[in-house]
Nanobody, 119 residues
């Protein structure tokens, strides 16, 4: 069973940046980033497969967030720029076998890291 650990969350002002990291105990084909705001359902933010051609973003973060992967370190990153208050949520990384933004497609989850965008 793969284990995932997120880090890098925190408090940032609108327009600021954060870089989230997800470290894995072993390589997995697809790693996704998800977020869940209070009172809302968990939503897919981005995923990456084993190649950079297998990347997708949800519409609301396109042009602001960048996902990347370091297979040597078994880590996946989410660079978040131009953050907005509506990006406030707990962010999770997850491992799964298929390229999907649907949380149900993922079987292993990290514990989450809080991102708060506020002035």
């Amino acid at each position: 069973q793969v284990q995932l650990v997120e880090s890098g969350g925190g408090l940032v002002q609108p327009g600021g940046s954060l870089r989230l990291s997800c470290t894995l105990s072993l390589r997995y084909r697809v790693i996704g980033w998800f977020r869940q705001a209070p009172g809302k359902e968990r939503e897919g933010v981005s995923y990456i497969g084993l190649s950079n051609s297998e990347i997708r973003y949800t519409e609301s973060v396109k042009g602001r967030f960048t996902i990347s992967r370091d297979n040597h370190k078994e880590a996946v990153y989410l660079q978040m720029n131009n953050l907005k208050p509506e990006d406030t949520a707990v962010y999770y990384c997850a491992a799964g076998p298929t390229l999907s933004l649907n949380p149900d497609a993922y079987s292993a989850w990290g514990q989450g890291t809080q991102v708060l965008v506020s002035s």
